[in-house]
Each structure stands twice: as C-alpha cells, then as structure tokens.
C-alpha cells in the first residue's frame, strides 16, 4: 500500500491481524468483552507516506487499511440484537462505509469462484495456480455472456451453474458424435434453445459451439419419420444430423439440414 501511494493511488482493503504485527490492537479475548461497535484507530508514517489501521467489531471483528480514509467521521448503522431481541443502532466508522461502496469486484469474482471452484489436492503450487486461472476464465466468461445479452435488449436467464454444464459439454462433444438422447425431443428455436415448462428455465439441447462447428454433422437415415426440428418447419422427414440427433428436413425443395448448422 505504501509502494501504491507512493505513485499517488490510494488504496483500501481488509487486512489479516498477523499482517499488522506492530500495530498496538485489543487481543480477539479482550474486544470480545466489548460491545458491538467498539472501533480502535493506529495511524503511522511510513516512507513518509501515512497509513492508517482500524479495528472494528461487528459481528466479527474485522481490520482495514488505508492510506486515505480512517475511522472519522463516525455514523451510525442499523443491527439487529439477538440479546435485546430488537433493531439498535451501531456505531459505523467511515471507512468501512467507503469499503462496502466500492467493493463488489474482487470479493464477488471470490464468491462467484467459490460456489463451483475446481476441487484439486496438489502439492505441486502451479497446479493449483493453473486451475484457478481456469475458475477466473469461466466465470468473467459468464459475466460477459451476460453484458452482451444485455446490450443487445435480451434477458439472460443461464445461471453461473448453467453456464459451467453448457460449457462441460461444449468441450466433451466438439469435434465427436453425440448419441442419439431417449425420450420425446422439444422444440428448439433458431439458437438452439428450449423451454422446459418442468423447470421453467431455458435448456440447451445442442450447445451452439458444436452446432456450429461444422464438423462430422452428416445426415443419416432414420428408420421412422419424425417431426422436422428446424423453427418454423412442419415437415416430416426421416432424415437425422448423426452428430445431434435432431431429425430435419433433407430433399431438394426443403433444406433444413443446411440451415440448422448456419449461423
């Protein structure tokens, strides 16, 4: 933080006690005696540059850094007291609320990580390393999907666990042939989406990336006719793609075939 505002950018952040070895805090024991909203302040000059440590206690005790904000101007926040059984108020120190107001990039690509990180037990440092790179790609992947849904007016209705399945199976089927599926086939839009009225969320029968990705879809002769699967036809065809399974239309005047594997 100090090599930070050394080159004039201020910096905040929540830090570990251990971190601060010489900062003269209340031991955890003796703020645990204390009450909710007690606030200690330790401001020192570093390099010529100052920094400032606050201690605060809330439902847990928390410590922060700074170089530019410290515990004054104290407010007040809402807490609910389970010993008084009713809402009280409690003393706030500026600094977390300069925290809490521009927080949420870091900490929430950590919560978003943590809900479906790759599980590995490696002794070996980078191997860990390398699969939390995987976990950070995947997720700014999904918030980018997202943006881009929103920018063209559409609503993205895939979750974070939705996107990890859709991308799992993308990868297990690009460039190989995907087994006919049992059961009765929904109906796909021109993207390949269906709605599930079961679930009430939209599915993904043939991901796109392998819809598209023009390889080894060959049309193949199905020993019963089905209903074609492209939008807006209501043929009947016993023409199949072997690589989705999806029947569609095949003959000279009709080439659903063709125009399900076009963008």
């Not at 703020?31 to 847990?60: F, H, Q």
């Not at 895939?158 to 799992?168: G, I, K, V």
């Not at 599930?196 to 390889?215: A, M, Y």
Request: charged letters at 25%; glycine letters at 4%; one cysteine or more.
């Amino acid at each position: 933080m100090i090599y930070l505002k050394s080159r004039s950018i201020e910096s905040l952040g929540t830090v570990r006690r251990n971190r601060l070895k010489n900062v003269p805090f209340p031991s955890d024991t003796v703020m645990k005696s204390k009450d909710r909203g007690t606030m200690y302040e330790c401001t020192a000059t570093v390099n010529e540059e100052k920094i400032t440590a606050v201690l605060w206690k809330d439902n847990k005790l928390v410590i922060l850094l700074s170089t530019f904000v410290g515990m004054n101007p104290v407010e007040h926040v809402k807490r609910f007291s389970k010993k008084e059984k009713k809402t009280i108020m409690v003393p706030f120190p500026y600094i977390v609320s300069i925290y809490n107001k521009h927080m949420g990039g870091v900490d929430l690509l950590d919560a978003n990580i943590g809900r479906y990180k790759i599980s590995i037990k490696s002794r070996k440092w980078y191997m860990r390393l390398f699969y939390h790179l995987i976990d950070i790609t995947v997720t700014n992947s999904w918030i980018l999907q997202k943006r881009i849904y929103e920018s063209k007016g559409q609503k993205y209705q895939s979750s974070l666990a939705d996107f990890h399945e859709e991308l799992a199976v993308s990868l297990c089927q690009m460039g190989e042939l995907v087994s006919p599926k049992r059961g009765r086939p929904l109906k796909e839009d021109k993207l390949g989406n269906i709605t599930d009225k079961k679930r009430q969320r939209n599915v993904n029968t043939t991901p796109i990336d392998v819809r598209f990705d023009g390889f080894q879809h060959m049309p193949e002769w199905s020993q019963s006719r089905q209903k074609c699967k492209y939008l807006g036809c209501k043929g009947i065809t016993y023409i199949s793609c072997a690589k989705c399974s999806k029947a569609l239309c095949f003959t000279r005047s009709s080439n659903c075939f063709n125009k399900y594997h076009m963008k």
